[in-house]
């Protein structure tokens, strides 16, 4: 049997699919850990978490709906979205879009310093 070709563009897909739905996974827990470290109660971490991401969505929807009525600034905001940047994974077919990735990066690594920076002045023996 032939062995496969590591850099078949099938497999680079598949490798590429699986790191970009890793990192919003990855987003997903910072975000939550940073939300964590300011509230107390398990439930309030969970509905801060389902809130905020319902606004973002609400946010996504008006924009992309005022965007069809050919609205300029509405179509500029839509990509900066956390629900773009959480579903940047979904252009695999027509090929990939790296703003989103950057803009996952980008708000990754902000809770991320929001983590450490709360962390940091908790008194945690």
Known sequence: PESADPTAP?????????ATALAS????I??????SLFVRSTGLVLAGMV???MADFGVYWAMFA???????????????TLYSTLHG?????SGWDV??????????????????GRF??????
Do not use: N
């Open 10 to 18: 099938g497999l680079v897909d598949l490798c590429a699919g699986y």
């Open 89 to 93: 994974w979904q252009g695999y077919e």
């Open 30 to 35: 910072t975000w939550t850990v940073a939300l």
């Open 66 to 80: 005022l965007s069809k009525l050919q609205i300029g600034w509405a179509t500029a905001i839509v990509p900066f």
């Open 51 to 53: 809130m905020a991401l």
């Open 99 to 116: 703003q989103p990735f950057l803009m996952l990066v980008l708000y990754t690594a902000a809770a991320a310093a929001v983590a450490l």
């Open 120 to 125: 940091s002045r908790l008194d945690v023996p």
């Open 25 to 28: 996974d990855l987003a997903l």
